[in-house]
Nanobody, 124 residues
Framework: QVQLVESGGGSVQAGGSLRLACASS????????MGWFRQAPGKEREGVAR????????FYPDSMKGRFTISLDNANKTLYLGMNSLKPEDTAMYYC?????????????????WGQGTQVTVSS
């Protein structure tokens, strides 16, 4: 089992920045990848960024490239998401997730382990 706890969300004006953190514990050595996802009210959950815990390779969907940066501090078992030039449409609950299955990592969807989420609200 892997436990994930997000922090760093809050309210910010458009154009501002935030840095989310996700502290992990438990069987983290089994984790093959970690990712950030978000879900806005009335919308489906979408992937924001993914990182492989071993080699550090990252992936961003085209819609997320340029303003989001995922990083992983393996020593402290903490995942980060840097967010710049925030827009009102970035308002959502942001979730940290982890996965140990190689194939499921690649799908970038239904990961096994999830945090409780942290709310990001961007006002215009």
């Amino acid at each position: 089992q892997v436990q994930l706890v997000e922090s760093g969300g809050g309210s910010v004006q458009a154009g501002g920045s935030l840095r989310l953190a996700c502290a992990s514990s438990g069987d983290t050595h089994m984790t093959h990848c970690m990712g950030w996802f978000r879900q806005a009210p009335g919308k489906e959950r979408e992937g924001v960024a993914r990182i492989y815990t071993g080699h550090g390779n990252t992936f961003y969907p085209d819609s997320m490239k340029g303003r989001f940066t995922i990083s992983l501090d393996n020593a402290n078992k903490t995942l980060y998401l840097g967010m710049n030039s925030l827009k009102p449409e970035d308002t959502a609950m942001y979730y940290c997730a982890a996965e140990s299955d190689v194939w499921r990592c690649a799908t970038f969807k239904d990961y096994t382990y999830w945090g409780q989420g942290t709310q990001v609200t961007v006002s215009s």
